[in-house]
């Protein structure tokens, strides 16, 4: 059976720092690309970053960009990301999914995910 437990999330303050992981078992994730989505309340989901399963291309939201850092260790099936400089238009809860493409392709749109963690909260305070 396959599994997705995202960890890391929590309550912070703007400005502050939290890392995200999401631990993959019950398949070997490695050959395929990883993102990490957000939803918050009333809102639709949207990606936030996206890492090929070598590491090798990455995808960031705009809205990101700059401040937020995907990575991934294959040999612990588990991609992280990195999040700083944390601004109250962060909250939500922020969701590890699984992509069916191999190959130098970090995709961004939730249909091209097949697998989906239950989601882990963040919630920045201003």
């Known amino acids: 059976q396959v599994q997705l437990v995202e960890s890391g999330g929590g309550m912070v303050q703007a400005g502050g720092s939290l890392r995200l992981s999401c631990a993959a078992s019950g398949r070997t994730f490695r050959n395929y690309a990883m993102g990490w989505f957000r939803q918050a309340p009333g809102e639709e989901r949207e990606s936030v970053a996206a890492i090929s399963w070598s590491g090798g291309s990455t995808f960031y939201a705009d809205s990101v960009q700059g401040r937020f850092t995907i990575s991934r260790d294959n040999a612990k099936n588990t991609v992280y990301l990195q999040m700083n400089s944390l601004k109250p238009e962060d909250t939500a809860v922020y969701y590890c999914?699984?992509?069916?493409?191999?190959?130098?392709?970090?995709?961004?749109?939730?249909?091209?995910?097949?697998?989906w963690g239950p989601g882990t909260q963040v919630t920045v305070s201003s």
């Open positions: 999914a699984v992509s069916r493409f191999a190959g130098d392709y970090a995709p961004g749109k939730s249909y091209e995910y097949d697998y």
